[in-house]
């Protein structure tokens, strides 16, 4: 299991969520840096508390530095230069549970397009700097590369929208003939641990494994 370094609010409840979320994407966090306040301009934190970070950082060791809340692309190029770290916002750890958890082939496409709009949205950022000369490169590229690099993300969620296209034709067909044998449609909805699937065993006479883990969140995804 890799390590982390976690950067999350000051409430109880908050702290003990990130840590689940940090668990169930397999990270053991080895330090919780707890802050009133998560969305300075340039880093998210005040440029005081990078000082500290990096402290930690040295003590530390951790893998990735998980940081609680959405970053702005600038401030995670910002934060990933000043550490020399890699950095896992909010939403970018969430999509790391959803990969290790899908099971079928199209929910691994939906992941996998998630995941590169998330891409997508970072490469237009450093693109931008290495167009302004802000940027000399990044991940050892130069701008020309970097040019590659975002189109490349754009051809594969091309790709991906297109595998879409067709299982999405191909779950239409299933739904409308299971309408046509007079089966409803219904959706269960609900946060973690709410009991989504007793209920689902409930009304459907089914066994489907509750989750055992409280502790990991998002331990469960289903698709039909």
């Known amino acids: 299991m890799n ?109 996998q397009l998630a995941q590169a709009r998330y891409e997508m949205s970072r490469a237009r950022e450093r693109v931008r700097l290495a167009r302004g000369g802000e940027q000399p490169g990044f991940m050892g590229l130069g701008t020309f590369e970097v040019d590659v690099y975002y189109n490349e993300i754009k051809r594969r969620m091309i790709n991906i929208k297109s595998k879409l296209a067709k299982s999405g034709k191909q779950r239409e067909l299933h739904r409308q003939a299971r309408k046509r044998l007079g089966f409803k449609t219904i959706s269960l909805a609900g946060y973690t641990s709410a009991g989504k699937t007793t209920l689902f065993n409930t009304l459907t006479g089914e066994q489907r494994e509750k989750m055992m883990n409280y502790s990991r969140l998002f331990q469960l995804l289903y698709e039909e």
């Open 3 to 111: 390590s982390a370094v976690l950067i999350t609010y000051d409430q109880d409840s908050m702290i003990d969520e990130a840590v689940a979320l940090c668990e169930s994407a397999d990270y053991k966090v080895k330090h919780v840096m707890k802050q009133g306040f998560l969305q300075k301009p340039k880093y998210g934190l005040s440029g005081g508390k990078i000082e500290d970070l990096k402290e930690i950082i040295s003590t530390v060791k951790p893998d990735v530095i998980v940081f609680d809340e959405v970053l702005k692309p600038s401030q995670n190029y910002n934060l990933a230069s000043e550490l020399k770290m890699e950095i896992l916002d909010r939403e970018a750890l969430i999509l790391q549970i959803f990969e290790k958890r899908s099971s079928s082939a199209e929910s691994k496409l939906q992941v």
